[in-house]
């Protein structure tokens, strides 16, 4: 196999990446903002809570976006030395960070919507759904680490 295909297995992990870190987040941040809506009801006068905790599922689709740089600066794509081995190895860090992105900030939104839907119903676990909120998100935070730990060792 040649360099271009190399090239485009790459580019294609890193599409993957991004684009299934933002569609988790697209999803997780929808969950909130639903809840965000049933509850304005219940309790206007909560608006900020209620906006910071369905933000919080749009970290995932950051860490997507920013495992392209590390990607990128570590290991520049477009270099006479890619291998298939490089091709495949990104491809397959995308796949993984983007998998797991996805899955937390759909969790993430999870939680974050019962917190808001128990705000507005009067009990004060603000504090509480933003600590809880934190577990999903730490494994896509693993993941991007990961991938930032893999890339260097390719670029060595």
Do not use: C, R
């Not at 993957?16 to 969950?31: D, F, K, N, P, R």
């Not at 860490?63 to 291998?83: A, E, R």
């Amino acid at each position: 196999m040649d360099t271009n295909t190399a090239v485009y297995l790459a580019y294609a992990g890193l599409a993957i990446m991004i684009g299934l870190s933002g569609i988790g987040s697209a999803i997780g941040v929808s969950m909130g903002g639903n809840a965000s809506i049933g509850a304005l009801k219940k309790d206007s006068e909560k608006f900020g809570n209620y906006m910071l905790l369905a933000a919080l599922p749009g970290t995932q689709g950051l860490y997507g976006f920013g495992g392209y740089f590390v990607i990128d600066k570590l290991f520049t794509l477009v270099h006479p030395g890619m291998t298939m081995f490089n091709g495949i190895a990104i491809l397959s860090m995308g796949l993984f960070l983007g998998f797991v992105a996805l899955f937390s900030a759909v969790q993430q939104g999870s939680v974050t919507s019962n917190g808001i839907a128990a705000i507005g119903g009067g009990n004060d676990v603000f504090g509480n759904t933003l600590i809880l909120a934190v577990f999903p998100e730490l494994y896509a935070i693993i993941a991007f680490a990961a991938t930032f730990l893999i890339s260097s060792g390719l670029a060595a």
